[in-house]
Protein backbone atom coordinates (compact mmCIF):
# COMPACT_ATOMS: atom_id res chain seq x y z
CA UNK A 1 0.00 0.00 0.00
CA UNK A 2 1.48 3.34 -0.65
CA UNK A 3 2.44 5.42 2.18
CA UNK A 4 2.86 8.64 0.30
CA UNK A 5 0.42 9.39 -2.16
CA UNK A 6 1.61 12.40 -4.62
CA UNK A 7 -0.30 14.45 -7.13
CA UNK A 8 -0.33 15.60 -9.90
CA UNK A 9 1.40 13.21 -12.15
CA UNK A 10 2.29 15.78 -14.23
CA UNK A 11 2.01 18.90 -14.93
CA UNK A 12 2.63 21.67 -17.72
CA UNK A 13 3.57 25.17 -16.84
CA UNK A 14 4.68 28.64 -18.65
CA UNK A 15 8.09 30.16 -17.68
CA UNK A 16 7.43 32.68 -14.84
CA UNK A 17 4.07 30.57 -13.63
CA UNK A 18 3.81 28.53 -10.35
CA UNK A 19 4.19 24.85 -10.11
CA UNK A 20 2.23 23.07 -7.12
CA UNK A 21 2.89 19.38 -6.61
CA UNK A 22 1.26 17.66 -3.35
CA UNK A 23 1.71 14.59 -1.24
CA UNK A 24 -0.30 13.47 2.07
CA UNK A 25 1.02 10.34 4.09
CA UNK A 26 -0.09 7.97 6.23
CA UNK A 27 2.29 7.34 9.15
CA UNK A 28 2.04 9.63 11.66
CA UNK A 29 5.64 8.25 12.50
CA UNK A 30 6.85 10.41 9.49
CA UNK A 31 9.19 13.30 10.59
CA UNK A 32 11.15 14.05 8.17
CA UNK A 33 9.44 15.03 4.42
CA UNK A 34 11.82 16.01 1.76
CA UNK A 35 11.41 16.43 -2.02
CA UNK A 36 13.95 15.08 -4.48
CA UNK A 37 14.70 16.80 -8.62
CA UNK A 38 15.61 13.95 -10.81
CA UNK A 39 16.78 15.08 -14.36
CA UNK A 40 16.66 11.98 -16.85
CA UNK A 41 19.44 9.78 -16.51
CA UNK A 42 20.44 10.83 -13.49
CA UNK A 43 20.00 10.01 -10.11
CA UNK A 44 17.49 11.87 -7.29
CA UNK A 45 19.03 15.05 -5.53
CA UNK A 46 17.86 16.31 -2.90
CA UNK A 47 15.84 20.22 -3.24
CA UNK A 48 14.28 21.09 0.42
CA UNK A 49 13.44 19.20 3.22
CA UNK A 50 11.36 20.09 6.34
CA UNK A 51 11.03 18.53 9.86
CA UNK A 52 7.16 18.86 11.34
CA UNK A 53 8.12 21.80 13.70
CA UNK A 54 7.77 24.59 10.91
CA UNK A 55 4.88 24.69 8.65
CA UNK A 56 6.86 26.32 6.21
CA UNK A 57 10.21 26.35 4.56
CA UNK A 58 11.66 28.67 1.90
CA UNK A 59 14.88 28.27 -0.20
CA UNK A 60 15.26 30.57 -3.47
CA UNK A 61 12.36 29.42 -5.06
CA UNK A 62 10.96 26.67 -3.65
CA UNK A 63 8.52 26.26 -0.57
CA UNK A 64 7.47 23.55 1.04
CA UNK A 65 4.27 23.78 3.03
CA UNK A 66 3.29 21.43 5.83
CA UNK A 67 0.23 20.33 7.22
CA UNK A 68 0.74 18.38 9.87
CA UNK A 69 -3.07 18.15 10.96
CA UNK A 70 -3.91 16.96 7.43
CA UNK A 71 -0.92 15.21 6.74
CA UNK A 72 0.22 16.79 3.41
CA UNK A 73 2.96 19.04 2.51
CA UNK A 74 2.98 20.63 -1.36
CA UNK A 75 5.89 21.79 -3.49
CA UNK A 76 5.78 25.20 -5.08
CA UNK A 77 7.92 26.25 -7.33
CA UNK A 78 7.69 30.06 -7.98
CA UNK A 79 8.75 31.22 -11.27
CA UNK A 80 9.75 28.86 -13.03
CA UNK A 81 12.07 28.30 -15.24
CA UNK A 82 12.96 25.73 -18.41
CA UNK A 83 15.58 24.39 -16.47
CA UNK A 84 12.77 23.08 -13.50
CA UNK A 85 11.64 20.57 -15.95
CA UNK A 86 12.26 17.80 -14.26
CA UNK A 87 10.63 14.67 -12.12
CA UNK A 88 10.38 15.53 -8.75
CA UNK A 89 9.35 13.05 -5.66
CA UNK A 90 8.33 13.93 -2.51
CA UNK A 91 9.27 11.51 0.12
CA UNK A 92 8.81 10.90 4.28
CA UNK A 93 10.89 8.99 6.63
CA UNK A 94 10.93 8.28 10.42
CA UNK A 95 14.28 9.26 11.67
CA UNK A 96 13.99 7.23 14.96
CA UNK A 97 14.36 4.25 12.32
CA UNK A 98 16.59 5.97 9.51
CA UNK A 99 16.64 9.33 7.90
CA UNK A 100 17.39 7.95 4.71
CA UNK A 101 14.91 5.44 4.59
CA UNK A 102 11.97 7.01 2.78
CA UNK A 103 8.55 6.13 1.46
CA UNK A 104 8.65 8.11 -1.73
CA UNK A 105 5.26 9.44 -3.83
CA UNK A 106 4.88 8.10 -7.62
CA UNK A 107 6.41 11.39 -8.61
CA UNK A 108 5.60 14.74 -10.72
CA UNK A 109 6.96 15.29 -14.13
CA UNK A 110 7.26 18.98 -14.43
CA UNK A 111 7.16 20.70 -18.09
CA UNK A 112 8.24 24.02 -18.05
CA UNK A 113 7.37 25.83 -21.74
CA UNK A 114 9.55 28.81 -22.58
CA UNK B 1 34.75 10.09 -2.96
CA UNK B 2 33.11 13.14 -3.87
CA UNK B 3 29.51 11.62 -4.27
CA UNK B 4 28.03 7.78 -4.48
CA UNK B 5 29.18 5.96 -6.93
CA UNK B 6 27.26 2.91 -9.46
CA UNK B 7 28.62 0.59 -11.78
CA UNK B 8 28.02 -0.40 -14.08
CA UNK B 9 25.65 2.46 -15.10
CA UNK B 10 23.94 0.30 -17.81
CA UNK B 11 24.15 -3.27 -17.35
CA UNK B 12 21.89 -5.44 -19.78
CA UNK B 13 21.94 -9.57 -19.22
CA UNK B 14 19.67 -12.33 -20.21
CA UNK B 15 17.26 -14.21 -18.05
CA UNK B 16 18.46 -16.75 -15.35
CA UNK B 17 21.73 -15.13 -15.12
CA UNK B 18 23.48 -13.52 -12.07
CA UNK B 19 24.47 -9.83 -11.83
CA UNK B 20 25.74 -8.15 -9.02
CA UNK B 21 25.47 -4.22 -8.98
CA UNK B 22 28.14 -1.81 -6.86
CA UNK B 23 27.55 0.80 -5.13
CA UNK B 24 30.52 2.94 -3.23
CA UNK B 25 29.03 5.69 -1.21
CA UNK B 26 30.53 9.08 -0.01
CA UNK B 27 33.47 8.36 2.48
CA UNK B 28 32.30 8.45 6.00
CA UNK B 29 28.86 7.75 5.12
CA UNK B 30 28.39 4.90 7.66
CA UNK B 31 24.54 4.27 5.76
CA UNK B 32 23.52 2.81 2.95
CA UNK B 33 20.50 2.36 0.95
CA UNK B 34 19.53 0.62 -2.18
CA UNK B 35 16.67 2.01 -3.78
CA UNK B 36 14.34 0.37 -7.14
CA UNK B 37 13.11 2.47 -9.63
CA UNK B 38 11.07 0.52 -12.19
CA UNK B 39 10.08 2.52 -15.29
CA UNK B 40 7.63 5.13 -14.72
CA UNK B 41 7.42 3.89 -11.14
CA UNK B 42 8.79 5.91 -8.01
CA UNK B 43 11.59 4.62 -5.91
CA UNK B 44 10.76 1.06 -3.70
CA UNK B 45 13.18 0.88 -0.62
CA UNK B 46 14.89 -2.28 -0.72
CA UNK B 47 17.16 -2.60 1.97
CA UNK B 48 19.38 -0.51 4.31
CA UNK B 49 22.92 -0.89 5.50
CA UNK B 50 24.43 0.77 8.92
CA UNK B 51 28.25 0.18 9.07
CA UNK B 52 27.94 -3.64 7.40
CA UNK B 53 24.90 -4.35 9.18
CA UNK B 54 21.68 -4.98 7.27
CA UNK B 55 19.30 -4.27 10.02
CA UNK B 56 16.37 -4.10 7.29
CA UNK B 57 16.03 -6.24 4.69
CA UNK B 58 12.07 -5.42 4.45
CA UNK B 59 12.05 -4.32 0.72
CA UNK B 60 13.87 -7.07 -1.04
CA UNK B 61 11.70 -8.58 -3.06
CA UNK B 62 12.03 -12.02 -3.10
CA UNK B 63 14.97 -14.76 -2.07
CA UNK B 64 16.89 -14.29 -5.29
CA UNK B 65 17.98 -10.48 -4.30
CA UNK B 66 20.71 -10.29 -1.67
CA UNK B 67 23.26 -7.29 -0.70
CA UNK B 68 26.29 -7.30 1.29
CA UNK B 69 28.90 -4.65 2.45
CA UNK B 70 32.03 -4.75 3.11
CA UNK B 71 34.81 -2.55 5.33
CA UNK B 72 31.60 -0.42 6.18
CA UNK B 73 32.05 0.69 2.29
CA UNK B 74 31.17 -0.40 -0.60
CA UNK B 75 28.17 -2.42 -0.64
CA UNK B 76 27.02 -5.24 -4.10
CA UNK B 77 23.71 -6.04 -4.35
CA UNK B 78 22.94 -9.33 -6.05
CA UNK B 79 20.01 -10.73 -8.36
CA UNK B 80 19.95 -14.10 -8.91
CA UNK B 81 18.25 -16.13 -11.53
CA UNK B 82 17.26 -12.69 -13.30
CA UNK B 83 13.57 -12.37 -14.22
CA UNK B 84 12.05 -9.51 -17.04
CA UNK B 85 10.48 -7.88 -14.17
CA UNK B 86 13.67 -7.04 -12.46
CA UNK B 87 14.70 -4.53 -15.21
CA UNK B 88 14.68 -1.04 -13.75
CA UNK B 89 17.08 1.47 -12.26
CA UNK B 90 18.75 0.06 -9.40
CA UNK B 91 19.97 3.54 -7.10
CA UNK B 92 22.42 3.64 -3.99
CA UNK B 93 22.17 5.89 -1.93
CA UNK B 94 24.33 6.86 1.26
CA UNK B 95 24.21 9.22 4.33
CA UNK B 96 26.21 10.10 7.66
CA UNK B 97 25.65 7.50 10.13
CA UNK B 98 21.36 7.50 9.26
CA UNK B 99 21.35 10.93 10.45
CA UNK B 100 21.48 13.28 7.67
CA UNK B 101 19.81 13.86 4.28
CA UNK B 102 20.82 11.09 1.79
CA UNK B 103 22.55 11.43 -1.55
CA UNK B 104 22.10 9.47 -4.13
CA UNK B 105 24.34 7.67 -7.11
CA UNK B 106 23.09 7.82 -11.04
CA UNK B 107 22.13 4.10 -10.82
CA UNK B 108 22.80 1.05 -12.47
CA UNK B 109 19.50 0.50 -14.96
CA UNK B 110 19.75 -3.12 -15.59
CA UNK B 111 17.51 -4.67 -18.43
CA UNK B 112 17.09 -8.47 -18.39
CA UNK B 113 16.55 -9.51 -21.96
Known amino acids: QQQVKQSPQSLIVQKGGISIINCAYE??????FPWYQQFPGKGPALLIAIRPDVSEKKEGRFTISFNKSAKQFSLHIMDSQPGDSATYFCAASDITDSWGKFQFGAGTQVVVTP | GAGVSQSPSNKVTEKGKDVELRCDPISGHTALYWYRQSLGQGLEFLIYFQGNSAPDKSGLPSDRFSAERTGGSVSTLTIQRTQQEDSAVYLC???????????FGQGTRLTVV
Open chain 1, 27 to 32: NTAFDY
Open chain 2, 93 to 103: ASSFQGLTEAF
